[in-house]
Each structure stands twice: as structure tokens, then as C-alpha cells.
């Protein structure tokens, strides 16, 4: 299939490409665009998004609440 298609492309645009190359090129621009686009592709974006969400939100609440540090002296106070 990748020699007919580089035969194709290079009967059409004079272009000439290593199969290696345009193996690659679909797999990583045609392929995966269309698992992108298509409706599972949407769904499992939308999926990862709310995951990214809820992490952050337990994240920032991790971060809000102060932990005990027990090896921590506490600076004496100006003035005193």
C-alpha cells in the first residue's frame, strides 16, 4: 500500500518519498487524527480533562493545608 501511494503522490506532485517517512507521516498525522476526531476520541479528551480538574483541585487543597514540619524552630520574636 505505501509504494502505490508514493508512486501516487509522485505521479501528482513530482514529490518523492522514503517509505519510512510517509509509513510515519500516516501513522502519526492521518491515523491518530482520526482517533482524535472521532466520537470516542472526544469522549475519552473529555474524560482526561475532568481527570486534570479533579487533580488539580485536590492538588491546591494539598497545598492549602499547612503540614507540620516537627524539625522546625520557631524564630523568637523581635524586640523581646
Given at each position: 500500500?505505501?509504494?502505490s501511494?508514493?508512486?501516487?503522490?509522485r505521479?501528482?506532485?513530482?514529490?518523492?518519498?522514503?517509505?519510512?517517512?510517509?509509513?510515519?507521516?500516516?501513522?502519526?498525522?492521518?491515523?491518530?487524527?482520526?482517533?482524535?476526531?472521532?466520537?470516542e476520541?472526544?469522549?475519552?479528551?473529555?474524560?482526561?480533562?475532568?481527570?486534570?480538574?479533579?487533580?488539580?483541585?485536590?492538588?491546591?487543597?494539598?497545598?492549602?493545608?499547612?503540614?507540620?514540619?516537627?524539625?522546625?524552630?520557631?524564630?523568637?520574636?523581635?524586640?523581646?
Amino acid at each position: 500500500m505505501i509504494d502505490s501511494l508514493r508512486k501516487e503522490i509522485r505521479r501528482l506532485s513530482g514529490l518523492r518519498l522514503e517509505p519510512d517517512y510517509l509509513s510515519t507521516l500516516i501513522d502519526s498525522e492521518i491515523i491518530k487524527r482520526d482517533l482524535i476526531d472521532s466520537d470516542e476520541g472526544a469522549d475519552a479528551s473529555a474524560y482526561i480533562k475532568k481527570l486534570q480538574k479533579a487533580f488539580n483541585k485536590e492538588r491546591a487543597v494539598a497545598a492549602a493545608v499547612p503540614t507540620a514540619n516537627p524539625t522546625a524552630v520557631p524564630k523568637p520574636a523581635a524586640g523581646l
